[in-house]
């Protein structure tokens, strides 16, 4: 039911998700929000995994919330907001901060329009591929509300606090340009998708462990103390000296074609 509203293709361990209601300009109604999460969830059972790539069909990645659709179902905005604790994502902020959970780089390709919640979600993935006609608004703000989809963890890592808040307070549109010069984008190009399915090769031939530790590393000590960020580099050292992916990293740097073991579980 819900997979009507995305696409989902793997192939050589690489996910493509795409969302797919372009006739709304892949506006997030009650079924987009289900759709990326089942998604998401899928995702992360799926053995040997590598990367997912994330875009939009159509000519926007996505126009933000279908305002329409969710502020007239009072049912469907409970199931959106409800959780059982204050400090876990709800499904509203799932299917942002969900993909900085998985144990793989997520590379979103923007292109069009990327507003409100459409710029939430990217804000989950850790590379984000911008064309350079690409648009970005932290939308919320235009209809009176603040951005409650997660994307305040990304915003706190990537830019500074005063730039944050001017961004979500104006509700302003801003190009591909500013976002690289924020921060809020790692790279610009004619060919976000195809530029993004090429790093997402490239992080394919190294460590799935050495990326599933680098992702949780940086995540958790980008704030915090250093005394705990250099012991996490050394416990998770340790951990990939004990599996068999570093040493098969080794030989394939020496020119072996030995298959990567499933990532370890961190």
């Known amino acids: 039911m819900y997979r009507s509203r995305i696409d989902v ?12 209601r372009p006739e709304k300009h892949n506006a997030l109604d009650l079924d987009m929000f289900l759709a990326i999460d089942e998604a998401r969830k899928s995702l992360a059972a799926e053995p040997g995994l590598r990367a997912v790539v994330m875009s939009g069909a159509g000519v926007d990645v996505c126009s ?4 329409k659709s969710m502020m007239s179902n009072r049912k469907a905005m409970r199931k959106l907001l409800w959780k059982w604790l204050p400090w876990r994502s709800n499904l509203a902020q799932a299917v942002s901060t969900g993909w900085r959970e998985l144990p793989v780089p997520v590379i979103a390709a923007v292109h069009g329009r990327c507003w409100g919640g459409g710029l939430q979600i990217a804000l989950g993935a850790d590379f984000r591929i911008l064309h350079p006609e690409a648009c970005l608004s932290v939308m919320e703000g235009k209809w009176g509300l603040i951005p409650d989809m997660g994307g305040t963890l990304a915003l706190r890592e990537l ?18 340009q500013r976002a690289l010069d924020l921060g809020l984008a790692t790279a610009l190009s004619e060919r976000p998708e195809d530029t993004s399915m090429e790093w997402a090769m490239k992080l394919s031939d190294r460590s799935p462990d050495a990326l599933a530790a680098l992702k949780k590393l940086y995540r958790k000590s980008w704030h915090g103390s250093a005394g705990a960020a250099l012991a996490r580099e050394s416990l998770y050292q340790v951990r990939i000296l004990a599996g068999k992916n570093q040493r098969i990293a080794v030989e394939r740097q020496r020119g072996s074609n030995t298959a990567y073991r499933p990532p370890r579980r961190w």
């Open 9 to 20: 293709t793997i192939d050589n361990h690489i996910a493509r998700l795409t969302l797919s």
């Open 64 to 67: 933000g919330l279908d305002v």
């Open 159 to 176: 830019v500074p606090r005063d730039q944050a808040a001017w961004l979500a307070m104006s509700a302003e549109p801003f190009d591909a």
